[in-house]
């Protein structure tokens, strides 16, 4: 089940405003490029300085969502929505016109045929922001939170994987930050190109979805690359170096990827997102000692080596640190093999009236099943780790992210709403 | 008074890496990169692409500050401090220490010599997260509040051109997001690097200072570029077509550096900052006719040209816009002249708790007289502009900018704080 899923856009950069052709020649380009088959085989993890270089676009279509096996982008902006509308009818044409809106963004293109041509009389179908800009291979994920099955009496098709999470000890959660009915996650090169695709999908859903809460993330904290430099944190420390990177198929399918077998046929190729929004203390942090700033990883910070080697990518000896390094509880070595892949991004959100930056890492996990991934880690994390010292848990949410859209015919969540697919 | 500044880095775009050198022989090219006599004459106003090219160092020193005229970067941390300390020395020590470490970031360095070589026992003199990472075109700019020279009875070296902003009709500004005695713009390519800067200028002032309100800006909405594109806002618009270009150096001398005759000596070769930050409510935008929404600006949204006319630059025609225009307000044509030069950037800062996203723009604008640039236009664009409907002032201060650092042993601030200078 490899990602060998193509592209709808016969150019590799696309600009967007070539695309869209403004009332003029460029239609004709725009309708073609619209309209066109498959044309190039583009797997989701090209490498990341090779997609970055042509700014080019992910492929939409798959049998997985892109934005979770993909090469992991520059900036994040992801958004957790409330549904007002209680019709299903009026949900499901939203999630078609979504479906539609986002294969058109993630191409390169503007929402809607001929955005701002001759309709002066009416709203643009597009915002504008992003007009002239690349792909920047934008990815748009979408998941479905526990109170989404609630909400359209769809209980018996909620997953058994797709569990409320436990209180953890040291949590301190916001309702604002937490849950969420809907979430789209949305990861580009180019934040402007992330936070119009978002602000797209809300001004499309308006009247029958809400923002609920929303993170812009504006560096990543982790590679699904193989063999890249993992990317450091606020604490300046590289973490999760043993990520699964986007080409090791055979740990996607184990750890990533829910199949038929899992319970819930409707998600098949699917995978379930843990988000948590961790605020950092670094000024505490700042003011620690080099010692015991690697004594609390169990790595180095200049090379990010595990305790006692001389390279980030050598096998750590976990012995050789300390009982509450942070390696030493994560790693899947002593947590009987638990892996799970992991797609971070630093935030910095303003001060928070304390004098100290309101920073930290948006935590973005996926699994195929947070029963055996996210939570008997983090139960261990919590109990034990030195890190909590200088860290604290203030936002949460999980959702269950379904397959693919298959083609052009398919939207985000028919495999779940379509009565008797 | 052309921007021939130098910078003391001899490589285009050494990596952070690279000139550390973590304990090894990369020392000595760190070394010799400290050390080294200027080398390279690169302009603060090279093209955009060029220096986004090479991910290269801009010059640190020079008449002026760097960050005003250079070619604006792609992303902003924006940070206003409250004094805490009431001593005068140790404040001046202070600034000393930052203007060090300034130097050296900018130049793609890291805080200290040797950061994490052998001193175990002590924090890392650099937080390190920045570690690795290209130059990225870094510009640290500093500025002082008006309440700045009350606490260090220094009233009598307050410009007269340093007034506080009067209250403008639909100003609604938050106390926590307003003044500051001291504010740093970093301006870098890469959003980490000007991340890292802030906080590690706030890691180095500890107890002497604290972060009052801060500000993240993902996307650049002006060029100090000749000829360049004009970014669109998150109005979906280009706005500030005629924004000054830092290579014209008449209309820099005439409208932004303030010099000997202006009255305070010390600030000669310096500017005055306005901040503001603008709620834009897109909701309500986004549901307004393509008509009314080129109406408001007296543009076309597609091309960016002024009523009437084809092409962003072509010359605008005020009169075939409405009376209530914003191009038609805001041009100099209608206003005696005033001139400022905008680096304004797009923010999103999750939601209101209302189900719209906390968006809009952080106008940075500088000028070389406050009474004869931002108040004059603002007071005639809160009276008349029709964008008010659609946007709000939440956040406001001012700043006089000193002269910039002249060489390895200036300081930023010596003009104002050095006895007899």
Request: glycine letters at 20%.
């Given at each position: 089940m490899t990602d060998t899923t193509t592209t709808d856009?016969?150019?590799p950069a696309p600009s967007r405003r070539a695309l869209i052709g403004?009332?003029?020649?460029?239609l004709a380009l725009g309708a073609a490029a619209a309209g066109g088959a498959v044309a190039i085989a583009r797997p989701?993890?090209?490498t990341e300085s090779a997609q970055a270089a042509t700014g080019g676009a992910v492929a939409f279509h798959g049998a997985h969502q892109a934005?979770?096996?993909?090469?992991?982008?520059d900036r994040l902006h992801f958004a957790a929505f409330d549904v007002k509308t209680t019709e299903r009818a009026a949900l499901v044409q939203m999630l078609k016109d979504w479906t539609e809106a986002a294969r058109r963004m993630t191409a390169g293109r503007a929402v809607g045929?001929?955005?701002?041509?001759?309709?002066?009389?009416a709203p643009p179908d597009?915002?504008?922001?992003?007009?002239?800009?690349?792909?920047?291979?934008l990815t748009l994920t979408i998941g479905f939170g526990p109170s989404f099955f609630e909400k359209f009496g769809l209980a018996d098709k909620r997953?058994?994987?797709l569990v409320d999470l436990p209180h953890f000890p040291g949590d301190n959660l916001e309702k604002s930050r937490s849950g969420g009915d809907l979430c789209v996650q949305a990861c580009a090169d180019d934040p402007q190109v992330a936070v119009h695709a978002i602000r797209n999908l809300a001004r499309i859903g308006f009247g029958k979805v809400a923002v609920r809460w929303s993170q812009l993330g504006f560096?990543?904290?982790?590679?699904?690359?193989?063999?890249a430099q993992t990317p450091r944190n606020l604490f300046g420390f590289k973490d999760g170096t043993s990520n699964i990177a986007g080409t090791e198929t055979d740990r996607l399918k184990k750890f990533v990827w829910a199949d038929d077998?899992?319970?819930?046929?409707?998600?098949?190729?699917g995978s379930y997102l843990v988000a948590r929004r961790i605020r950092m203390n670094i000024e505490t942090w700042d003011r620690t000692s080099l010692q015991e700033q690697e004594d609390v990883f169990?790595?180095?910070?200049?090379?990010?080596?595990?305790?006692?080697?001389?390279?980030?990518?050598d096998k750590p000896?976990?012995?050789?640190?300390?009982?509450?390094?942070h390696v030493r509880l994560a790693h899947p070595e002593a947590n009987d093999g638990i892996t799970i892949l992991r797609r971070g991004y630093s935030f910095t959100?303003?001060?928070?009236?304390?004098?100290?930056?309101d920073a930290g890492l948006f935590f973005l996990a996926y699994q195929r099943d947070p029963r055996k991934g996210f939570i008997p880690l983090q139960r261990r994390l919590a109990a034990s780790d030195a890190l909590n010292e200088y860290i604290q848990h203030v936002g949460s949410a999980v959702f269950a992210i379904p397959p693919g859209?298959?083609?052009?015919n398919d939207w985000w969540g028919r495999t779940l709403l379509t009565e008797e697919a």
């Open positions: 856009s016969a150019s403004w009332g003029g020649a460029g989701h993890d090209d934005g979770i096996a993909t090469a992991v982008q045929e001929g955005a701002f041509g001759g309709l002066a009389e597009d915002t504008g922001e992003a007009l002239g800009l690349k792909p920047s291979r997953p058994d994987a560096g990543k904290t982790s590679s699904t690359t193989p063999d077998g899992d319970g819930s046929d409707w998600m098949a190729g169990g790595r180095d910070k200049g090379e990010g080596a595990p305790a006692g080697k001389a390279k980030e990518h000896f976990l012995k050789a640190m300390k009982p509450t390094a959100d303003g001060t928070d009236g304390l004098g100290r930056l859209v298959r083609d052009q």
